[in-house]
């Protein structure tokens, strides 16, 4: 039995498989939007219908913009540091923007090499990346630090070394603001390793 | 500095502003929008549309619907348990719809009283409750267990006095699964007062 009209039925399930969202929130959700009809439910429609318009995917780095290339890629100060950042994922790929680390142009692979779910380089952005990279003097691997993400990051480095370009990794150690005693041995011994003079 | 485009960032703004999600979160969310452009984002952009035109408030109840009376209001069959729930919002109202409560009808006050937050009778829908009130064999309180909520329970059983109908409350005690460990004292205290025979 619907509590309500078929057409706010259908938003709220549609609203319940975005992440982060369940069945109980997506009905709250719904109600907060008819609520707030005129100052959001209304400006969200038109946005939605303008991002799904405009949306696209960078044909250079494979970023999600309204432009392609992206507006990283066509941005010509974003070539002075010579650095190209792999990423697994655009999400990795903002979380890097929003960290604000500076002039630099970025490479999403699209996932990471997994042989037990049938994702083999073909299905990621590395010929590409092969392709890319001798525009730049330093390609730095920031997949995650998963097995998969770890195996990916052999593969390209393997892939790379005939270019003879400077191949690097993001930095093991303790996270800013982060207490030792909930740290893994591995990041603890990691950070040991890498000490730096204060 | 913008990570992407202006469709998607207003998007990605809008979104960031409905309860459960924050600016990470709606981040998130708009990637995995555009991921699932075709399966996802393009039926939610028309759901939205669709809902925003047929969204509507209930004449009777107050309830949220695609028509006005409601289809609770429209029901024959709601009316002959004879009982009337008063509820402080809809989605109070949604809850008792999904816990099966049975053929009952709603009247939606739209929020409690609040002198302190400038909320008096006039705006609540308490004048349309006495009005309906007749019609009805029993009105059940279901207001909130707040300060609040019971000040509103108050006033609106000084005022259907006159009429002479039966007024009732939820029962209050022990929330089923609940463990006595982690209840307040005065819901103990409650539900050894209104204890039943087993």
């Known amino acids: 039995m619907a509590t309500t009209g078929p057409e706010i039925e259908q938003l709220i ?4 498989r975005m992440p982060g969202l369940g069945p109980r929130s997506a009905r709250r959700a719904v109600l907060h939007l008819i ?9 969200l429609s038109a946005a939605l219908d303008r991002a799904v318009a405009a949306v696209t995917e960078c044909s250079v780095c494979g970023n999600v913009d309204t432009v392609s290339p992206c507006h990283i890629c066509a941005d010509p100060r974003r070539a002075e540091s010579g650095l190209l950042i792999v990423v697994e994922d655009v999400s990795d790929l903002w979380a890097l923007e929003r960290a604000g680390v500076g002039s630099v142009r970025y490479h999403v692979l ?17 010929d590409s990346l092969i392709h890319r990279a001798p525009e730049f ?27 003879g370009i400077r191949v690097t990794r993001l930095a093991h ?17 990691q950070a040991l390793k890498a000490r730096t003079l204060i």
């Open 110 to 126: 699209g996932g990471v090499l997994s042989p037990l779910d049938g994702v083999g380089p073909d299905d990621l952005s590395i």
């Open 173 to 189: 150690g303790v996270p800013v603001g982060g207490e030792l005693d909930y740290l893994d041995e591995g990041t603890l011994s």
């Open 137 to 163: 003097t330093e390609v730095v691997l920031a997949v995650n630090a998963t097995v998969e993400g770890q195996t990916t990051a052999h593969y390209i480095t393997d892939r790379l070394q005939p270019s």
């Open 35 to 43: 609520k707030k009809k005129d100052s959001l439910m209304i400006p």
């Open 13 to 16: 399930q549609l609203l319940a």
